[in-house]
């Protein structure tokens, strides 16, 4: 591989670090929240050197994480997940758990039941420590004989964990629910056509919310480096709710516009038999520029009309079995998030930031989808933000009372940052900046885990 023809992915803002390091006593601009005492931890895909994986999802996960304290940010250190790939190992594919464990692990981290997790969607996830080293595999006692999203939920009434598994094939759709002590007690199939790149889902009070998109798996590509999913113009698209204690026959399809969404933001009931269910949306076009940007196939779709990836919401009449469905704003963004705390619940604020294959305008949004406003904070050009995870303030009163977290990336130079914001005021610009000894390749999920009290 030669410069001239590294893909997007090897270069600039994606381009991976060669190595794990930790630097101490970081340099810190502004003034830290004193209650802000715990790890940010950001996993994302970090090829190791000397590969090159063919996409940008495939790469090695590595977790980059600060230590904050007493208004002090005490150390920054990365790590790979070291699961077997590192050492050279290629899973076996006609064994369940080798194929299960010998995988990257590199989108999200989770903190349940006393237990930090790497997830990625294609494997189990894998237990880490407080100082980012690898503990092993989790199955949960045997129990998880699928992969595991990386996009579980927490249901903040009852601390169950709610998640799914695909597979290429059958099942192709598992729903699994862990209880508050770790404890998997369910474990139920759902009927699909077909495998698809199904990579979220939402909970309410009382459902669960499936996403059926027309991103699918295609065994043509598989022989080829890269991902082995595209476009689709026939498997259609359809949005699925399941009540929490029902199963496969309780499931209610609804027919939606073709478009695809790598995330939610949240799902909430309205009204008995209504819900409604806000996500990043990527119409057909859209979904081919990125795609192909990060290294996936051209997806030989005809569908051509609609531009962008926006905020989106669909609103389902559970009875009748109808959508209404439309575009929040017309800002590209991806990562939405909002306060975990209000996953499944009524929320009206959903953070964003600007989606940096499709805009050069980089930004961090807040949006209030009840009265319909936005507010952003701007970075310099030659800044780019990761995802805004929100840490609610203590003794929170609004929902938007509290501190947005990011790991801001420069374009060109060795240097990046975590940057603390007030979320009621966007606008006025971090509150804090750590500065970090390193520059962190745009990545992928985070998670703030406070300190024990």
Not at 297 to 305: D, G, H, K, V
Not at 392 to 406: I, K, V, Y
Request: a negative charge; one cysteine or more.
């Amino acid at each position: 591989m030669t410069a001239d023809v590294a893909p997007a992915y090897f270069s600039g803002e994606f381009a991976p670090v060669p190595d794990e390091i930790e630097a101490h006593d970081l340099e810190v601009t502004g003034t830290l929240p004193d209650e802000l005492a715990g790890r940010y931890f950001r996993n994302g895909a970090n090829p190791l050197p000397g590969t090159d994986p063919g996409h940008n999802f495939l790469g090695q996960g590595m977790l980059h994480g600060v230590r904050i304290a007493g208004g002090r940010a005490e150390w920054y250190r990365n790590r790979w997940v070291h699961t077997p790939l590192v050492d050279g190992a290629r899973p076996d594919r006609t064994d369940l758990m080798s194929a299960l464990t010998c995988t990257t692990s590199n989108t999200s981290v989770l903190h349940h039941a006393g237990r930090i997790l790497s997830l990625v969607e294609n494997g189990l996830p894998w237990e880490v420590t407080e100082d980012l080293d690898t503990v092993g595999p989790v199955d949960f006692g045997g129990k998880l004989r699928t992969a595991m999203t990386a996009h579980p939920k927490v249901d903040p009434l009852t601390g169950d964990l709610h998640l799914f598994g695909v597979g290429l094939r059958p099942p192709f759709l598992t729903y699994h629910r862990v209880t508050a002590a770790g404890e998997l007690v369910r474990s139920t199939e759902v009927t699909v056509p077909g495998p698809t790149m199904m990579h979220d889902f939402a909970i309410t009070e009382h459902h669960v919310v499936w996403l059926d998109l027309p991103v699918v798996f295609d065994l043509d590509l598989r022989t080829r480096p890269g991902m082995p999913f595209r476009w689709s113009d026939t498997h259609g698209a359809r949005i699925g709710v399941m009540p929490r204690d029902g199963g496969d026959a309780d499931v209610r399809w609804i027919d939606v516009e073709p478009g695809y969404a790598f995330h939610v933001a949240n799902a909430k009931e309205t009204a008995p038999g209504r819900i409604v269910l806000e996500g990043v949306r990527y119409t057909p076009t859209t979904f081919d520029r990125i795609w192909t940007g990060l290294g996936g196939e051209p997806s030989r779709s005809l569908a051509t009309s609609g531009t962008g990836a926006n905020l989106y919401r669909w609103t389902l009449d559970v009875a009748a079995g109808t959508v209404s469905e439309g575009a929040v704003d017309d800002l590209d963004v991806e990562f939405p998030t909002i306060d975990d705390n209000r996953t499944g619940l009524p929320s009206d604020h959903v953070y964003a930031v600007t989606a940096p294959l499709l805009t050069d305008r980089p930004a961090i949004v807040k949006y209030d989808t009840a009265s319909g406003t936005r507010d952003s904070w701007h970075l310099d050009p030659s800044w780019l933000p990761g995802e805004a995870e929100f840490v609610p303030a203590a003794g929170a009163t609004r929902e938007d009372d509290g501190w947005l977290l990011s790991i801001t990336t420069h374009k060109t130079a060795d240097t990046a940052a975590l940057v603390v914001l007030a979320a009621d005021n966007l606008s006025a610009g971090p509150v804090a900046t750590v500065h970090l000894p390193r520059r962190v390749p745009l990545g992928f999920h985070g998670n703030w885990i406070q300190d024990a009290e």
